[in-house]
């Protein structure tokens, strides 16, 4: 499958802003009303492989976009990013790094779905911090 955010005909039919290293377009499908996305012009697939002024960039225009969306078009606005090189590209994963930028509200339909996964937040026991401190620090 071809890289949709490598198509730039494409893309510029979403455009919400063009800058000299991302783009901010309409995520397409999207969750909430306003759902967008940035993404680095160049095609990287893990956010390890941006350079310094990609990176810088693309948080930034993220950021900016988030503190435009509160107030303006929502009461809140989440960022997130996911890796998951194990999901193949479709439709709804783009192997194209992308932040999204998400308006929120109260009780949405996001809120009301992550009810759901309630049950799955536990306290990190002493020995789960050790393991997973060893391997953040190994070299
Ligand atoms: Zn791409």
């Known amino acids: 499958m071809l890289c949709p955010f490598c198509d730039t005909e494409a893309m510029r039919l979403r455009l919400v802003e063009e800058r000299a290293r991302v783009f901010v377009i309409f995520s397409e499908p999207r969750i ?14 893990h956010l390890s492989e941006l350079g ?6 693309l948080f930034a225009t993220a950021v900016e976009y988030q503190s435009k969306i509160v107030g303006r078009i929502a009461a809140g606005c989440d960022i ?8 193949r590209q479709s439709q709804y994963k783009i192997d194209h790094v992308h932040l999204h930028i998400q308006p929120r509200e109260p009780f949405d339909d996001l ?15 002493s020995a789960e911090r050790a393991m997973i401190l060893d391997r953040l620090r190994a070299s």
């Open 80 to 87: 997130s990013q996911h890796d998951r090189p194990f999901i």
């Open 111 to 125: 809120y009301q779905a992550s009810r759901g996964y309630a049950d799955l937040f536990r306290e990190t026991t």
């Open 32 to 45: 909430m009303l306003g759902h967008l996305l940035a993404i680095p012009k160049r095609h990287v697939e």
């Open 52 to 57: 310094a002024e990609e990176s810088a960039d």
